[in-house]
Structure formats: C-alpha cells, structure tokens
C-alpha cells in the first residue's frame, strides 16, 4: 500500500468544526431541545467529555442552529473562557462578554442598550471593589465605591478590559453589520451611582431587562473552560451563578469533567479539609460532587466513537480532502442519510460510491486511503480510545511518517505503521523497548513473539514473562495491545524504527497528545503547594491507565533533564506512596539513568524511602543504592553508604 495520498502531504486542521463528520448531530439536538424548553429554564448544562472528545465541535453547530430563522427569539451568546485566561477577574470577563453580545445584538441590542449600559456600569462597580479589596484591602476598597480619586484608576484600567472584551465578543453574536458601539465611553457617560448591593441588584436588572423584551430564552455557550487554571474556572461559576435564577437563560458548559472536579478541589475541598490534613478520596469525591451537583442541573455525558464510527470519520476526511467541494457535500448528505437508517454500520467505498453515482468517480487516491482506513480503524479505536483529536493527529503525524517512507523508498504496511504508533503514544517506555529488542535482532525480536503468543493464547497475564522483559507487559492495557491485529511476530520491524528514530522531532511534535488534565495535575504535583499537591495525588486515581503513563512519562522526562529537579522526584514518590502502578519504577529508573554527581542527596534518601514501599521497585531501590554507595565522592553516594 505504498504511494499513498499522503504523498501531497495533505493533513487535517486540528480545530472544532460545525460540520459533523461524527454522527454528533443527534446530541447537539438533543441539547438544543432542552434549553429552548421554556419549562426548564433557567438551567445549567454540562457536556462533558474527555479532551479532544468533539465538545467544542458540540458548541459551534449549536451555534450555527440558533442563526435559523425559527430561533429568532433565542439569543445564543459564545464565551472561550481560555480567551480570557489572563484577565484580573474572569467573572467581569464573562459577565461584560455576555451583556457586550445582548447589546451588539443587531435584533435585541437598540431595545436594551440603555439597560445594557447600566449593567456593565454594575460589572465595572464590581470589579472596582474586587480589585480594591486584593490589592489594597477593605478599607480602600471602600474607598474606590465612594468615588475617592483612586477610583479613577481602576475606571481607566476597566475601561480597557471592556474595549478588549467588546473586541473579543464581536463576530460572535448575531453577526451585525453595524457600526461598533463605545461601550467604555457610554458607561463614563452613565450616571449610575456605586450601591452596596450590586450583586443583587444586577441580577433583579438584567431578569427586568429580559421580560421587557420578546427574547424567549438566552443560550450562553462557556466552551475551552477545561484549559483554564483551577482558579478562573472557579471565578467563570460564580459568575454564572448570578445568572441561574434568571428566566429564559441556559448555561451550556463544555468541560473535561475531571478537570472541573480538580478545580473544586483546589479550590474549595483543600480549604474545608485543610492542606495537610489527611483526608479519604471519598471526603474529597463527595465534597466536589455535591458542587458539581448542585451548580450543574443535568450532566450529558459524550460516547467515545466506535471502530466503525472512527473507520467513517477518517474516510469521510479523506473524501473532504480528495474530493471537489461539491462531490464532497453529496457524499456527506449521503452519509447522514444511511447514518439516520443504521447508525451502527461503517461507511465505506459502497456507500461513497452510490453518493457519487458510480464508483469509478473515485480518485485511486481515494479508493487506497479507504483500504488503509479500514485496516487500521479497530487498531487506532482500542489504542486511541475512540477520541476524535487524538485520531485527526495520529492520521496527521501517520502522514508524516509515510511520507518519509515513499521519500526513502521504505514499503511499509499501514495497520502494522498504525499499530506501532498507537503504543508509541500510550506507552513511549514499552515501544522503546521493543525498538531496543528489534535492533539486536534484525527486526524480528523474540521477546514480542512471546508476549504475543501469550497474549493471544488467553494465557494469564501473572504468567511468567519472557526474561529480563518489564513488568509493564504485563498491564491490562499492554496486553490488549499484543492482542490487536495485526500479529507483529512475523513482521521485519526495521524500517517502522527506522522512520520512528526523530520521535523527538518533527514527526510527532503535533501529537504529543497530552490532555490538560495531565498537564495541570503535573503542574500541581510539581508545585510548592502541599495542598494542589495531594489534591493532585487523589485525583490521579480517576486518571486511566494510559493517562497515568503519560503522566509518569512527563516526570520522568523532567527528570532526566533536570537530575536536580527535586519536585518531579517527590511527586513520584508521593504517588508511588499513593500506590500508582509504575510510579515508583518511573523514579528509579530516571535516577539510574541521571548522572550521580548531578543528583542530590535527598536523592538517595527518597529511594530510601521507596524501599519501603511495597512493588516492584523495592529490589531495583536497593540496587541502585547499593551502586551509589561504591562512589563515596558524590554527594549521592555519601548519602547512600549511610545508614
């Protein structure tokens, strides 16, 4: 299958899309079903799903069906809270972005525009006193709200914030024309007075301001709010708070729910139960979860695709990539029509086909890009877990690899380049491995073989291992990738290590994949804040096995950089402590393979440590100890001899 497509380098945009190339339509209905319900508003819905889940994706064609004529009277305001990530306050972020689009609103805005003047003078009033009281204390604060000259400081910085926020929020509301409004020289103008009950008072207003007018609901879209720090993820609740009692407003929340959940506990469960104190994963679980149920009235949970499900999302991309713009839509219409009839069938070259009225309209570009499809789809499904990101970047950085292939004059086998990249990705530590046993044994190493005849056989996993073989293989995760077809035993595997040699470089600089979640539980891991820390350490534990990997593989990594980094070393053992499977082998082997006159003496006294913890780490503890010790002229091994 050489020669393929992939030759003109054509990869895919990693961004959300209103066109539904994933069968998502039927959620987006759904959705759009509830907060036009007059019975049920106001409400708050989350959609939640894992990054790269297609949430944002959600967003927009709800988006793009509330600009139909028959949802005139329903406002659908759009809100990226990763936008507005370095704003003093992310609650006047949003509370100013959503009363900027009522007034932009080229049907609603003439109407309120008075009114929407007075409620951004009430946000900017607010954000006066929250400045105040962070950075000078109460008693200034006081001060700003009774018009002491200071006050005009906070208006002049404020008044940018608008103009920067009535910048972001055009072109995302109802698509006007018109020329833009001053909001930040109307609200100067505005003769409204500081009152102590501004909160109240802007939510009595703004419920007022609705019923005098025929809008029947307002639909408020928060998407990217899992890419946020735990604290403006906190400040973007509170500021939807004052709006949940409101008639006609509905909340549409976009968020890796773990993330969400994280954010609580930073915030929140860390304060109530105390930063060092010792609390159950169930107290904590059950403090957050009371939040998330009390904030967010119905949670709506996104499937992850199915092999045949992915196998028509990377055929109908190639047909978006290979097709003319109008034998694309045809194909497209004709895929969500034998979608509505059978949801569950994979749609292939016969389908393709009868939209294009004959299959000879298909470029053999095509038709080879759909073989290949159908080769890998169970393959990148198990390993990728269904997620469309993920999947959009494999096939981008596949390409990539392929195309080094035909440049080098390499004939490769998609599902076998694809099965390799899968555990590339879910596992580095393991695919190196093997690219370690291929190396000595001219691409046919025997050890796969083994784990794979295991795994194939229904053998238990607790069987013996092949020698001097991880006891990573031995993993759920690991086992079902030995189980994937196809079979490598009988396959040279020098040139897919070959191309997989720069995996460093550019080849998968792109799809790294490393959810936020990962990212942030490692920031906070590697902080100096005990509390983010165990908060860290307990919502690790919700992590799935692949996501712990990545994890472990990003401290190891930060390690092995940076011998001296004590931080990475402590959150290692801190999970291990915690019990996460492979952490406290990840600390061992990022010290063995760090130089010992770079490493610390605390080094040695954490691997001390270790050795008391039960795994399979204790006898590799006591044997890197034992090596240190030989070498009393680093400050390692001094710490190592002693008793």
């Known amino acids: 299958m050489g020669g393929l497509f992939i030759m003109s380098l054509n990869v895919w945009p990693d961004n959300e899309t209103d066109q539904d190339l994933l069968g998502f339509r039927v959620h987006a209905d759904l959705i759009r079903s509830v907060v036009t319900d007059q019975r049920v508003l106001p409400i708050v819905l989350g959609v939640f799903g894992d990054w790269g889940g297609g949430k944002s994706s959600i967003m927009r064609m709800l988006q793009k069906d509330f600009e139909l004529p028959e949802y005139e009277k329903t406002v659908c305001l759009y809100f990226n809270g990763w936008m507005?990530?370095?704003?003093?306050d992310a609650k006047t972020a949003l509370l100013s972005s959503v009363l900027v689009q009522l007034g932009d609103h080229?049907?609603?805005?003439?109407?309120?525009k008075d009114k929407v003047v007075g409620l951004l003078k009430r946000v900017k009033l607010m954000e006066v006193a929250k400045i105040g009281i962070k950075h000078f204390g109460v008693p200034m604060a006081a001060a700003l709200m009774a018009g002491d000259p200071h006050a005009a400081l906070g208006a002049a910085a404020l008044a940018g914030s608008l103009a920067t926020v009535s910048h972001s929020a055009s072109g995302t509301d109802s698509g006007s024309k018109a020329e833009k409004i001053s909001w930040s020289d109307l609200i100067e103008k505005d003769p409204g007075k500081p009152d102590l009950l501004e909160v109240r008072k802007f939510r009595e207003e703004f419920a007022d301001m609705l019923a005098k007018t025929d809008i029947e609901s307002v639909v408020i879209l928060i998407d990217d709010l899992d890419r946020c720090l735990p604290e403006?993820?906190?400040?973007?609740?509170?500021?939807?708070?004052?709006?949940v009692a409101v008639e006609k407003t509905a909340f549409v929340i976009g968020a890796d729910p773990r993330i969400v959940r994280h954010a609580i506990a930073t915030r929140y469960v860390q304060k109530q139960l105390g930063g060092d104190s010792v609390s159950t994963h169930e107290e904590q679980y059950d403090l957050v979860s009371d939040y998330l149920e009390k904030f967010i009235q119905i949670p709506y949970h996104l499937p992850r695709l199915s092999p045949s499900e992915v196998e028509s999302y990377v055929n109908l991309l190639a047909c978006q990539k290979?097709?003319?713009?109008?034998d694309y839509a045809r194909v497209v219409n004709h895929w969500q029509g034998n979608r509505n009839k059978n949801m569950y069938a994979a749609y292939r070259q016969a389908g393709i086909g009868d939209a294009l009225g004959s299959a000879d309209k298909m470029p053999p570009e095509l038709l080879a890009q759909l073989a290949w499809s159908n080769a890998i789809a169970d393959v990148?499904?198990?390993g990728l877990k269904g997620n469309p990101r993920q999947v959009k970047r494999m096939l981008n950085a596949m390409a990539l690899r392929k195309q080094l292939a035909s440049v080098a004059?390499?004939?490769?086998?998609?599902d076998v380049l694809a099965k390799l990249m899968v555990l590339e990705y879910a596992n580095l530590g393991l695919f190196q491995e093997i690219g370690m046993w291929q190396g000595s044994a001219n691409g046919f190493p025997e050890r796969l073989q083994s784990l794979e005849r295991i795994a194939l056989d229904g053998i238990s996993a607790k069987s013996d291992p092949p020698p001097d073989v991880s006891k990573e293989w031995q993993k759920r995760t690991a086992q079902s990738w030995l189980r994937m077809q196809p079979s490598l035993s009988d396959v040279d595997l020098r040139d897919y290590f070959w191309l997989a040699r720069d995996r460093t470089s550019s080849t998968l600089s792109g799809v790294t994949m490393v959810a936020p979640i990962i990212r942030r539980l490692f920031d906070d891991l590697t902080s100096d804040n005990k509390g983010e820390q165990n908060a860290a350490v307990k919502a690790c534990a919700d992590l799935t096995e692949i996501e712990q990997q990545a994890l472990l593989a990003m401290l190891e990594r930060q390690i092995e950089r940076h011998p001296d980094h004590t931080p990475s070393q402590n959150a290692l053992l801190m999970l291990a402590e915690a019990k996460m499977a492979g952490a406290g082998m990840t600390l061992v082997m990022a010290l063995k393979s760090s130089p010992p006159q770079q490493l610390q003496p605390a080094s040695a006294y954490r691997l001390k440590t270790l050795a008391t913890i039960d795994g399979d780490h204790q006898s590799e503890s006591l044997s890197l100890l034992a090596t240190w010790a030989k070498?009393?002229?680093?400050?390692?091994?001094?710490?190592?001899?002693?008793?």
């Open 84 to 88: 507005f990530e370095g704003y003093e």
């Open 106 to 112: 080229k049907r609603f805005g003439p109407a309120i």
């Open 232 to 243: 403006r993820i906190i400040e973007t609740f509170e500021a939807i708070k004052l709006f």
């Open 322 to 326: 290979l097709l003319v713009e109008a």
């Open 380 to 382: 990148v499904t198990e």
């Open 409 to 414: 004059g390499i004939q490769i086998r998609d």
């Open 631 to 643: 070498d009393t002229t680093t400050q390692v091994g001094r710490a190592a001899a002693k008793k």
